[in-house]
């Protein structure tokens, strides 16, 4: 059963960046057709797709957060890390990872979904 958790830190104050990594156990970021991507949600906005890295490494971004948002991983520890620059009291959300075994950016074919953390930007 493939788990993914969130890590980070609660608070960010503004213009600093944002970094969340996702641990991601029974099974691994590199199998193929594999997709890893970052969701939030915010009061108000609800749900918004961030961006994603393929099991290839391959990225692909919101065109609004592209020039903010980047993703890597570290496929020796089988995480996938966010970081999104210049942040404002607007970033402040609640942030997934998750994966999904097709490629796509519709939210609802993600198949696996961490716990969510808790973002919070105040000066």
């Known amino acids: 059963q493939v788990q993914l958790q969130e890590s980070g830190p609660g608070l960010v104050k503004p213009s600093q960046t944002l970094s969340l990594t996702c641990t991601v156990s029974?099974?691994?970021?590199?199998?193929?057709?594999?997709?890893w991507g970052w969701i939030r949600h915010s009061p108000g906005k609800g749900l918004e797709w961030m961006g994603r890295?393929?099991?290839?490494?391959?990225?692909y971004y919101k065109p609004s957060l592209e020039s903010r948002t980047s993703i890597s991983r570290d496929t020796s520890r089988n995480q996938f890390t966010l970081q999104l620059s210049s942040v404002t009291p607007e970033d402040t959300a609640v942030y997934y990872c998750?994966?999904?075994?097709?490629?796509?950016?519709?939210?609802?074919?993600?198949?696996?979904w961490g716990q969510g953390a808790q973002v919070t930007v105040v000066s």
């Open positions: 998750a994966g999904r075994r097709t490629a796509g950016r519709l939210i609802r074919g993600y198949d696996y």
């Open positions: 029974g099974g691994s970021i590199t199998n193929n057709f594999h997709y």
């Open positions: 890295i393929s099991y290839s490494g391959l990225t």
